[in-house]
């Protein structure tokens, strides 16, 4: 029976039979019914956590000590000129009008005006900065799968010998170096050796991509040594189940037991730690990009602070939030194209 | 029958696959943790002997700026001649009281919900999950971030310098739930097996069974995650400062001693390098610690 279910992902040929456990619920309120659910399920858990982010970033703007306008202008500032910001900023109103007005912009895609530039709405300060620090994080991924995937099928592999050790010893170090220190590492080389430019950034991150590859390696020490590791102890469950063994018995080349049996199966649960991952990656890449000197979300947010332009902290908070919840939600659909068995257990 | 069993068992033939054996838990796991316990155990003494027994203090200007490692001073001289070494050290003492305070809050205030859940109505247990499925989806980094840039105007606080606490509470709001989750799941496994039905049969009460029979079980997953958390909480807290989060000058703290010393990096690259190796050997002692303890959670699986 598990020979059975668990063979047709890893063969990959043909769709499952009439006999699966994925006809049982066909029966009742057709075929997607299982999807459609678990689709609003998702849909209202998405709405659930982005409207705890709009709250939490809300209240932070009441809850600090004091008035937001009066920290902004500085202790020398006339109660005049106080007042007359904080009804710019709208906080002579009350609290669910002020919650209201924020809801309803944000539901326009407007995350408001900068209180430092008047004149700059947070979305044209945000989006650029955005972008870059999705460059850097997208280039790092890329970095992480290629290292990751290949220790990790090396380590999966192999059993316990030199080269499975070193690699692992070698995770083990890299996974606790904290990026910023691999940055700082990586630039010093840089420094000395002009293999990269030491920091930078020039225009799109399209146009930047030599400044981006350095800062991208040290953001990815967060994520590749997490693959490798998981992908070894997933491979070597995976060789341990029935379908494996019955492909050994069959008498199948090592290479096509590994190909088609082993890694398809092993490589699932990575889709799901990569989604789960970026939120990490994300606060990870604002940290690196000031050391390396990248108008990102990172220079942008200390700008941001020590200006006390509040709507520009909210917006990089809930941006991020939109980015990683919408990953997270990408993941679980990958698991429903790629892996048959999720879409009973989903419901 | 009996002279099967008695039968010499033939030695198993090398397949170039070794089938599951799982040789890799059993070979060195005490000698890794004993590294691991022996490098946190240095961390930690050196954290609180060296302030004490220098003989510059952290804010003295202790020789010429920019010297590099010497006898006199291990870790070299910042940009005006501090010690590194002694601020290196005294600033761990601030980071360790951080994590410790970070990963205690964490654990028990997320054990505790992660019992509620578990233990409770299925109502509860619904609210409660959905709450804490919504923290963790939270991209973590940027609203601790958020939320410590917005309280850094508290000052000090007891042993902890300014903008320390705020940091502590920023991350254990959004980090408590991540032992929800794991104690919920495991809190569920448990409360169907053998032992826990028989507590119930004997009419103890819901908490006599948390209390005696449940978390005494749940103790080794937890505290094998709170090891791991300790990592994640201070490469968080050390982040901090490079975006103005986090302990605030002149307080030391390893992210900030880090951050100060990227101005003069290519010429006195130890102001960085050297609080970067103590953070990185923190890691692996604290990495090899909980790799020995997840291995016996997982009964020797891995």
């Known amino acids: 029976m598990s020979l059975a279910t668990m063979s047709v992902g890893a063969e990959g040929s043909s769709a499952p039979t009439g006999g699966d456990p994925a006809g049982a619920p066909r029966a009742r309120g057709g075929r997607h019914a299982g999807l459609v659910r678990a689709l609003a399920k998702r849909l209202g858990q998405t709405a659930l956590v982005l409207f705890g982010v709009v709250v939490i970033t809300f ?5 600090i000590p004091g008035d937001p306008a009066r920290l902004i202008l500085g202790k020398l ?5 106080v007042a007359t910001l904080r009804h710019e900023m709208g906080l002579d109103q009350p609290l669910t009008t002020q919650f209201a007005t924020l809801v309803k912009g944000l539901l326009h895609g ?9 004149t700059q709405s947070v979305n044209e300060l945000v989006a650029p900065a955005f972008a870059n620090s999705l460059g850097v994080v997208a280039v790092a991924l890329v970095i992480s799968l290629a290292v990751g995937l290949t220790v990790g099928i090396v380590t999966g592999i192999r059993r316990n010998d030199g080269l499975d050790r070193g690699l692992q010893a070698l995770m083990v170090i890299l996974l606790s170096t904290p990026p910023f220190m691999f940055g700082m590492v990586l630039l010093l080389v840089a ?5 990269a430019p030491a920091g930078g950034w020039n225009g799109t991150p399209l146009q930047s991509l030599e400044y981006i590859w350095l800062p991208a390696t040290a953001l990815s020490v967060a994520l590749a040594p997490v693959i490798a590791r998981s992908l070894r102890q997933s491979i070597r469950e995976t060789f341990a189940q029935d379908f494996v063994e019955a492909a050994i018995a069959r008498g199948l080349p090592r290479r096509r037991v590994v190909l088609r049996h082993v890694l398809p199966n092993s490589l699932l649960p990575i889709i799901g730690l990569i989604g789960y991952s970026l939120g990490g990656l994300i606060g990870g890449a604002a940290v690196v990009e000031v050391v390396f000197n990248i108008p990102g979300i990172g220079s942008r947010m200390m700008a941001a ?3 006390r332009d509040f709507p520009v902290v909210q917006g990089i908070a809930l941006v991020s939030a939109v980015t990683v919840i919408a990953f997270n939600a990408l993941a679980d659909a990958a698991y429903w194209i790629v892996d048959p068995r999720t879409r009973t257990a989903a419901s | 029958m009996t002279t099967t069993t008695l039968a010499p068992t033939p030695a198993p033939r090398r397949h170039w696959l070794r089938l599951p054996h799982w040789r890799f838990a059993g070979r060195h796991p005490n ?7 022996g490098l946190l155990g240095l961390i930690v003494l050196l954290t609180i002997v060296v302030p004490m027994l220098s ?9 010429t700026p920019l010297s590099p490692p010497s006898l006199a001073h291990p870790f070299g001289t910042d940009t005006v001649g501090r010690d590194v070494f002694v601020r290196t050290w005294l600033g761990g003492r601030n980071d360790l009281l951080m994590v410790i305070l970070v990963v205690l809050a964490s654990s028990t205030i997320g054990t505790l919900v992660g019992v509620v859940a578990a233990m409770g109505s299925p109502l509860t247990d619904s609210v409660l999950m959905r709450l804490t499925d919504a923290i963790i989806s939270f991209p973590g980094m940027i609203i601790v971030m958020a939320i410590a840039l917005v309280f850094s105007d508290m000052g000090e606080v007891g042993p902890f310098p300014r903008g320390a606490l705020p940091a502590v509470i920023a991350i254990v709001v959004i980090n408590w739930a991540s032992y929800t989750r794991l104690v919920r799941g495991e809190a569920l496994s448990m409360r169907s097996r053998d032992f826990v039905t028989a507590a119930t049969l004997l009419g103890y009460s819901k908490s006599r069974i948390v209390t005696r029979h449940l978390l005494p079980n749940l103790a080794t997953t937890v505290v094998a995650y709170m090891v ?11 982040g901090m400062p490079f975006i103005g989060a986090g302990i605030q000058p002149p307080a030391p703290e390893w992210g900030s001693l880090m951050l100060a010393g990227t101005t003069v990096l290519y010429t006195a690259w130890w102001v960085t390098v050297m609080p970067g190796l103590v953070v990185t050997v923190y890691g692996i002692a604290l990495s090899l610690i909980a790799d020995s303890l997840l291995a016996q959670v997982d009964g020797g699986a891995r």
């Open chain 1, 59 to 63: 209240g932070l703007l009441h809850a």
């Open chain 1, 77 to 81: 500032a006339t109660p005049d000129k």
């Open chain 1, 110 to 118: 407007d995350l408001g005006t900068s209180l430092v530039s008047r």
């Open chain 1, 191 to 195: 420094l000395k050796t002009k293999i």
């Open chain 1, 305 to 307: 602070v020590g200006s």
């Open chain 2, 31 to 37: 000698g890794a943790l004993a590294l691991g316990l």
């Open chain 2, 55 to 63: 003989p510059h203090s952290a804010t003295d200007i202790a020789g």
């Open chain 2, 228 to 238: 791991v958390d300790a990592i994640v909480a201070v490469v968080t807290i050390a």
